[in-house]
């Protein structure tokens, strides 16, 4: 069992950055890769970013490529998602979350491949 609780989130101008967090306990985070999602209101949760176990590999939504980046550090069994160039339409719930298994492949955007969630941080971007 693992859990996850994300923080970092929070309002910023559009333009702006945010560096979110997601620390995990219970097992090491070293034996999942990991993702990171986002829901905003009235829509369905969508794949933001994944990393694989050691961090040597990483996929981006289109949505957001070039603007986020997602790191891990194992030692800290903590998971991070930089955001950039921040717009209003980032404004959502972020939730990480822990994949079966150390790599992904397949369908990894999708939220039933996931094995443990966060509650969420929230980010509202400002115009």
């Known amino acids: 069992q693992v859990q996850l609780v994300e923080s970092g989130g929070g309002l910023v101008q559009a333009g702006g950055s945010l560096r979110l967090s997601c620390a995990a306990s219970g097992r090491t985070l070293s034996s999942y890769a990991m993702g990171w999602f986002r829901q905003a209101p009235g829509k369905e949760r969508e794949f933001v970013a994944v990393i694989n176990w050691s961090g040597s590999s990483t996929s981006y939504a289109d949505s957001v490529k070039g603007r986020t980046t997602i790191s891990r550090d194992n030692a800290k069994n903590t998971v991070y998602l930089q955001l950039n160039s921040l717009k209003p339409e980032d404004t959502a719930v972020y939730y990480c979350?822990?994949?079966?298994?150390?790599?992904?492949?397949?369908?990894?955007?999708?939220?039933?491949?996931?094995?443990?969630w966060g509650q969420g941080t929230q980010v509202t971007v400002s115009s």
């Open positions: 979350a822990a994949r079966w298994g150390r790599y992904y492949s397949g369908d990894y955007s999708a939220t039933s491949e996931y094995a443990y």
